[in-house]
C-alpha cells in the first residue's frame, strides 16, 4: 500500500477512537495453562439432605453413605494470533514522526488486537449460554426484558453483584427510551472507559458496537464467574534495522483461550432479534 509522504502538512494522524478491551468486565482469570495446552476442571457434586434418624439402629442416621459425582471439563488454548509490519527510516522521516513504531504498535493492539479478542470471547458466552431467546426489542419492552433475564438469573442462584448487561447501541437507545428504565449514571471513570454508561436494577449497563458482538444479539447478561479468559503469551517486539528492514520491523503474537464452565451456563442470558444457526 503507499505512504502519503507529508510535505507541509501537520504531523498529527486521524486516529480511530482506541477502544480498550469491553469484555474485561464479563470474565474470570481463575485458571492458567502455565506449562500446559490444555487443564481439566472437576466439577464435583452435592449430597442430598435427608431427615435424621434419631432412633434407628446402626450408622445410617445420617442416611445412606454415597460417593460424590464428579465431570471432567477439559479445555484447550485456542487461539494463536500474530501480524507483523515494517516502517521505512524515510518513510518515518518524511510523514514527520507521523509512521511511528511505537505509536503504530499500541494502535495495532488497540484497534485490532483487543478488539478481535473481544468478539471471540462474546462468541463463546453466546455459544454457551445456558439460556437463549429470541425476542423482538423495542422501546416498549426493553426494560421488561432485562428484568425477565434477571428473574431468570435469580431463580439459578446467579450472585446478584457483578451482573452486566452487554447491549448493542440499538438495545442501549430503546433501554433509555423505555419509560420504565431508570438508569443510575454514577459510575467510576474506569467502568465508563470499558463502555459501562449506568447502573439499573443493580446491573451494570454497558454498550458495545455490534460488531463485537455475534450476529442478531441484543444483549448479553452474564456474570463473570462464567467465562475465563486466559492469555498465555502477549509478545510484542520492535525491530531496528532487521535483516532486509531499513528502520523497524514489528511484530506481535497473542496466544489466548475462553472457556464457560459447564456448571456455571446459567451465568449467561442471550436476548437475540433472531434465531442464528451456529
Do not use: W
Request: proline share 3%; hydrophobic share 35%.
Amino acid at each position: 500500500m503507499a505512504i502519503n509522504l507529508a510535505t507541509k502538512f501537520s504531523p498529527v494522524v486521524d486516529e480511530a477512537f482506541e477502544e480498550q478491551s469491553k469484555a474485561s468486565i464479563v470474565v474470570n482469570s481463575d485458571y492458567d495453562f502455565i506449562g500446559s495446552k490444555s487443564i481439566k476442571i472437576y466439577s464435583v457434586g452435592t449430597a442430598e439432605m435427608n431427615d435424621y434418624g434419631r432412633n434407628t439402629d446402626g450408622t445410617a442416621r445420617y442416611g445412606t453413605v454415597k460417593d460424590l459425582s464428579t465431570e471432567i471439563q477439559e479445555v484447550a488454548m485456542e487461539k494463536d494470533r500474530s501480524f507483523t509490519f515494517a516502517i521505512d527510516k524515510m518513510d518515518e522521516d518524511e510523514t514527520l514522526g507521523a509512521l511511528n513504531a511505537g505509536t503504530a504498535l499500541a494502535r495495532q493492539i488497540n484497534e485490532v488486537v483487543i478488539p478481535e479478542s473481544d468478539k471471540y470471547v462474546y462468541g463463546k458466552m453466546v455459544e454457551n449460554a445456558g439460556t437463549s431467546v429470541v425476542e423482538t426489542i423495542d422501546n416498549t419492552n426493553a426494560y421488561d426484558s432485562l428484568a425477565t433475564a434477571n428473574a431468570v438469573q435469580d431463580e439459578a442462584s446467579v450472585p446478584e453483584q457483578g451482573r452486566v448487561c452487554v447491549g448493542n447501541p440499538n438495545y442501549i437507545k430503546n433501554l433509555k427510551a423505555d419509560e420504565r428504565a431508570v438508569l443510575d449514571s454514577e459510575i467510576g471513570q474506569n467502568l465508563r472507559i470499558k463502555g459501562v454508561i449506568g447502573e439499573m436494577d443493580g446491573t451494570n449497563i454497558q454498550k458495545v458496537p455490534s460488531r463485537l458482538l455475534p450476529a442478531k444479539v441484543n444483549y448479553i447478561l452474564a456474570h463473570p464467574v462464567a467465562t475465563t479468559f486466559a492469555v498465555k503469551l502477549a509478545d510484542y517486539k520492535i525491530h531496528e534495522d532487521a535483516p532486509g528492514v531499513s528502520g523497524s520491523l514489528v511484530e506481535g503474537r497473542v496466544y489466548y483461550t475462553a472457556f464457560v464452565r459447564n456448571n456455571k451456563k446459567s451465568a449467561i442470558y442471550v436476548s437475540r432479534s433472531e434465531a442464528v444457526a451456529e
